[in-house]
């Protein structure tokens, strides 16, 4: 993992990027190693509501008993979510801080505060927050 300011984006400040090593064969036997960004799958999109020029990628989508859609993140995704948020409010109004075992505690105005935690395949259910996101699946 390192952190990095996106190529493109409003974003100016570094966040984290997970990377994956690849050991393989060359093209004469020799190793090789290939570092890249781990490979994300995803089944649609999502944005703000008040902001639908920032678009990110959803692993997944959580159905709430009315039907309503939620989306499924990365840790990455997470992390440029959240940074948004505070630069889009007021920063005094949303603050985050990391939690044990990769939990991430949102807090918000009046005390409020969520916390997320990576489900068995590492990634976030962002329906806790219950922030008015516009989800847009994939039809496959």
């Given at each position: ?54 678009v ?7 159905t ?61 259910h ?15």
């Amino acid at each position: 993992m390192l952190h990095r300011v996106p190529p493109h984006g409003r974003e100016t400040r570094a966040l984290r990027c997970t990377l994956v090593l690849h050991l393989h064969r060359g093209d004469h036997g020799e190793t090789v190693a290939t570092i890249g960004p781990a490979p994300t799958l995803q089944a649609g999109q999502f944005h703000l509501a008040d902001d639908p020029a920032t678009v990110w990628p959803a692993t997944g989508f959580d159905t709430d008993t009315s039907g309503r859609l939620s989306p499924v993140v990365d840790v990455d995704t997470l992390d440029e979510i959240l940074a948004a948020a505070t630069d889009i409010t007021d920063p005094s109004n949303i603050e985050v801080t990391p939690g044990v075992d990769g939990s991430v505690h949102v807090h918000e105005p009046g005390g409020v505060t969520h916390t997320l935690r990576p489900d068995h395949l590492g990634r976030y259910h962002l329906r806790p927050l219950d922030w008015p996101l516009v989800c847009r699946p994939f039809d496959f």
